[in-house]
């Protein structure tokens, strides 16, 4: 745009000097006032296509910022549903309901579930198990994912020979939404060993809280982008 106003000062030069100098010819004249006016067209032209551009612009982001929106509330939703449906057993201390940058995840702590270094579900964590079954089935287009978590403390017995193969027994609890109707295709599972902590594991309160069951609710693999 600049070097069509550079230019359209340059006609007008020209027509400025064919004005001031009796010996240029009317025919010369004449060009030099057309190619002024064609340079101004140009401009004007020019600058009607940035104008142009930024309102496209303008209106790409705002649907992009609706779009953000729109899903952020569909995130919304799930945890605001979750925690109706969960609020007896957060008030007992049995569940907790976190959502981070709009991933829900319903957290059980060891003591609800499991004997120390066990993976078999106990009478109160079947309980609640079943409650947190319920709550779940009424979630559509989500995938769910059980992930076991222990603390740091070593662990070698016959069953478990370190604190992964316990951490993935214990995400085994997928067997337990399956026997309660839940489609096995809305269910993923992972043991993450000592290597995920919410808390320090140098105290018992930390060590605690870091056994513990994750089920992490998140879009399903369908519908990630394709890897090129």
């Not at 079947?126 to 287009?141: E, S």
């Amino acid at each position: 745009m600049l070097i069509a106003i550079r230019n359209t000062s340059a006609a007008l030069g020209l027509v400025a000097l064919a004005a001031g100098c009796g010996g240029v010819s009317q025919e010369k004249y004449n060009a030099a006032l057309g190619e002024s006016d064609k340079y101004k067209q140009d401009a004007a032209a020019q600058g009607q296509r940035v104008a142009d551009c930024e309102q496209k612009l303008a209106a790409m982001s705002v649907k992009t910022q609706g779009g953000e929106q729109t899903s952020a509330q569909l995130k919304s939703d799930d945890y605001k549903n979750l925690s109706a449906a969960l609020a007896a057993e957060s008030a007992a201390g049995l569940v907790e309901i976190a959502e981070l940058a709009g991933l829900v995840t319903i957290r059980l702590p060891e003591r609800v579930l499991f004997k120390p270094g066990s993976a078999v579900i106990v009478k109160k964590g079947k309980r609640t198990l079943h409650n947190v079954a319920t709550a779940i089935k009424g979630v559509t287009g989500r995938v769910f994912y059980v992930a076991g978590n222990t603390d740091n403390k070593p662990i070698k017995t016959k069953q478990f020979h370190s604190n992964w193969e316990l951490s993935t027994a214990r995400a085994a609890v997928v067997h337990f939404f399956l026997a309660e109707g839940i489609d096995p295709k809305t269910l993923g599972a992972a043991g993450y060993g000592q290597y995920h902590p919410l808390a320090s594991n140098e105290t018992a309160e930390g060590r605690a809280k870091n056994r513990r069951i994750d089920i992490g609710m998140g879009p399903p693999p369908s519908d990630l982008p394709a890897m090129k």
